[in-house]
Structures are given as C-alpha cells and as structure tokens.
C-alpha cells in the first residue's frame, strides 16, 4: 500500500474539525426515510463498531487523542427545534431502541448542562469526543510504521490502475480515492457531491464557568437548527462552539472561503454567546474553519467506479470523524473484492440522487441556504420569518431536496 497527500496527513479537515464522534443512532429518522427499517438498522449497528474501534486503535497504539465517551445530546433552542428534538426520541421508539435517544426536560436536561436557551433534549449514549490533531498524528504514525507516506504528492490524474502526481507516478491494481471535499472536483463523483464551510470558535480555558453551568460531563452537544451549531468541552477545559452554516462551493473550486470566512467564524461566536449566556465571560482565542463533502442526502456513499478498481468513498456531510472509521473498513473490503454485512450496506449499494449542475447548484444552494439561516435566526428569535424566506426554505421540501448540515 502507498498513500499519497497532497499536503500533510492532518491537515485537512481530519486535523482541526469539532472532534464529536458518533455513529448513526442520531441519524435515525433520515436513515429511516432513507432505506427503510432494515437498511436503517444495519447501517446504525455497523456504527456501534466506531467508537470502540477507536478506542481500541487508541489501546493498542498507546495514543492519548482525549477520546471521552460522554454521549451526545441534541438540544432544542427554539420552539421550531423542538420537533427535531422530538424526531430523534420518537425514531428510537418506534425502533424499539428507547434507550438510543432518551428525552429530556427540565431538571434532567439542567443536569447534564444548564442554559435558560434549552427547552427540550435528546440525549444520545452513542456519542464521544476526541481532540481531532491528535487523532489524525496517531493514525499518521501509525501508518508510517507499515506503508509508504509521500506527502506533499497531489495526485492529478486518476486512471485504473494507475495515479499520477507532478513528481511521479504510481502504478496499483486498485486505487482508493478518500480525499473529502476535494472529490467534488473528481468528475465521478461531482454530481453527487457539493461543498459547505463548517467553522468553529475556541475559548480559553474556563473550567470554573463550566462548573457553575453544571456541563462537566463530556457531553457532545447539538442544537435543531438545519445549519446546526454544535459545542463541546475540551480536556483543558476549553468550549468549542460550531456552524456549519459556511459558504457554499461552486463546483469543487475550494478557494479561501473555506477557511477564511469570517462571517461564519462571527455566526459561531454569535452562537456561542446566545447558548451559553453563562460563559458570557470566556473569551475566544481561537478560530478557525474547513470544507466539508455534503452528498444530495447528507449520508455518506462508498462504491467502485463501473468497469474500473477505483474505488472511493465520500459524502460525510459534516459528521466524518467517526464514520470515516467504518468507510475505511468498507473501502480495504472493496479494494479486497470481500463481500460481506459491510459491503452490503445501504451505504455501499444505494444509488445516491444527482445534485443539479452548475452553476443551478450553487445558485439555487445559496438561495436556500440564506432563506434557512434567515427563518432559523428568526425563529430564535420568536420573530415570524418573512414570505420570501419562508418560501426560499420551503424549496428543498417540495424538490425532495436536504440542505444544511442535517
Ligand atoms: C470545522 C469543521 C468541523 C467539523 N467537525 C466535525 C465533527 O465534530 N464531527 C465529525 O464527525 N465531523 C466533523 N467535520 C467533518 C470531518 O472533519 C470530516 O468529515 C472528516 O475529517 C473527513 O475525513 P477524510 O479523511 O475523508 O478527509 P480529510 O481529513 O479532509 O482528508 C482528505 C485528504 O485528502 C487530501 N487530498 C485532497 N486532494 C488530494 C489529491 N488530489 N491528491 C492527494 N491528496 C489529496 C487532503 O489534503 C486531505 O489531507 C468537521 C469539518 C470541519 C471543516
């Protein structure tokens, strides 16, 4: 095997995004929508192999990367969110599965973590976090010490059985094609792929202001917007606060709104301050941002280009951290010709819906997008959301369309 970066391993989104890892429990009225009970099913049970994957690589490769395994919890911070909040426990239920996504209110939800924004929550025990840099140098490491890194090698020609860099070129029976966002500007795969900017903000340590809001559990937190805001607590007591309400790509053009965009960066903040009045002291020091793969339906894809042994694997729509874990199991089973219960996931053998061309696409993503964000912002704030956006945001339901980073 030989791997070939085009930066450094770790410097693409794997090294600096929000460090939640989970599997597909809170994705369970999608997957639902999506390929019906079975399907459903197996697709959530394959991802209860993820975090005691990772934990298990973390054992055996003596790698601290922070892994704590406190759970996830989606919260509703208006009342439009409430519903997404609900969907998640009413999916669990009719699954007969209570126990995946268990309501909270009240004194209970005060328990885990207490805001005068958070009306209602879900709270998920398929959920961890990890600090994301240094996860990816372990998994680096431990590459190195069985396989050839070129990094600093971007490959620019992709043929069966053979890849080509500007240094050189390397011959392969197969070829495994896992480079995130960059794959919207692979022609096999840019119909089924668009690109969003997801941003964070960091504070300073604040462990006291921690205390005092009772979140000293771990939990990975999410709120029910469609351009969700997601926060965690760090090892160092920091808060890491998200939105993936980034710009929208044009093809797979992925230029410096990606990672400079300080509008998202500000909307992150904004979030910050309004979920948590109580760290209104926390100062922020850091911020920053990255691209992230959406697919047509939010759900990953892996596959073998027809005729070819290229096989790819993309389309984590903002949530990859741990399911790239079980797409790297299912990309060495295609690239071995195995067939099993993974290679015939839903995931693998679904055919994915075309997004429209460009610049249809980007114009009509960037529409929709402003139309949600605008109904999101004012529904937060007990605001009734203008006509126009109204209108904008009703596009993707009557396209059976999904937009956002949920
Ligand atoms: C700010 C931010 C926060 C996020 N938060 C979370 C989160 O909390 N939880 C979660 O699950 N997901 C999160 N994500 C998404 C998550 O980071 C990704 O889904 C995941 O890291 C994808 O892993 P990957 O290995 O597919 O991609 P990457 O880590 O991007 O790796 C792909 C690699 O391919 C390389 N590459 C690209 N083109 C070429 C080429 N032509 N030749 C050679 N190499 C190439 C790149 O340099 C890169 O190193 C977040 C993303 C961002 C940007």
């Known amino acids: 095997m030989i791997v070939l970066e085009a930066e450094e391993c770790g410097l693409g989104p794997s090294g600096r995004n929000g460090g939640f890892v989970h599997g597909y429990w809170s994705h369970l009225p999608r997957l639902h929508e999506r390929f019906g009970e079975k399907g459903a099913l197996a697709v959530t049970r394959a991802g209860d192999r993820i975090i005691p994957g990772i934990r298990d690589f973390c054992e055996h490769h003596e790698a601290e990367v922070w892994l704590r395994e406190g759970g996830m919890l989606r919260v509703s911070a208006a009342p ?78 992709i043929d069966d059985g053979r890849v080509e860099t500007a240094r050189g070129r390397v011959r392969a029976r197969d070829v495994v094609v896992a480079t995130n966002a960059a794959a919207a500007g692979w022609k096999p795969l840019s119909r089924r792929l668009t690109v969003f900017g997801s941003y964070v903000v960091l504070t300073e340590p604040v462990p006291e202001l921690l205390e005092q809001i009772g979140w000293t559990g771990g939990e990975a937190v999410f709120d029910g917007r469609m351009f969700l805001h997601y926060f965690r607590t760090t090892n160092d007591g920091r808060v890491l606060m998200g939105s993936g309400s980034g710009p929208i790509g044009y093809g797979g053009r992925l230029d410096s709104r990606f990672t400079k965009d300080a509008a998202t960066g500000a909307r992150a903040e904004r979030g910050l301050r309004r979920l948590l009045p109580g760290l209104a002291d926390a100062r922020v020091t850091h911020s920053w941002g990255g691209p992230i793969d959406v697919s047509s339906d939010h759900l990953p894809f892996f596959g073998t280009v027809p005729g070819t042994r290229i096989h790819y694997g993309a389309g984590y729509s903002g949530h990859g951290v741990g399911p790239s874990w079980l797409g790297g199991q299912i990309l060495a089973r295609l690239a071995q010709g195995v067939d099993d219960e993974l290679t015939r996931l839903p995931l693998v053998t679904r055919r994915v819906p075309k997004l429209p061309p460009e610049p249809l696409r980007r114009l009509g993503g960037g529409l929709v997008r402003a139309s949600i964000m605008a109904c999101e912002e004012a529904e937060e704030e007990g605001r009734r959301p203008s006509l126009p956006a109204r209108a904008g945001a009703a596009l993707p339901r009557l396209l059976r369309m999904s937009v956002g980073t949920r």
């Open 80 to 157: 439009a969110q409430d519903a997404a909040v609900e969907g998640e426990v009413e999916a669990a239920r009719e699954f007969g599965v209570p126990d995946e996504a268990v309501l909270l209110e009240g004194e209970a939800l005060a328990e885990r973590i207490r805001s005068p924004r958070f009306r209602k929550g879900a709270f998920m025990r398929d959920g961890a976090t990890v600090q994301p840099a240094r996860l990816v140098r372990a998994l680096r490491r431990a590459v190195l010490a069985c396989a050839p890194v070129h990094e600093h090698s971007r490959v620019t020609t």
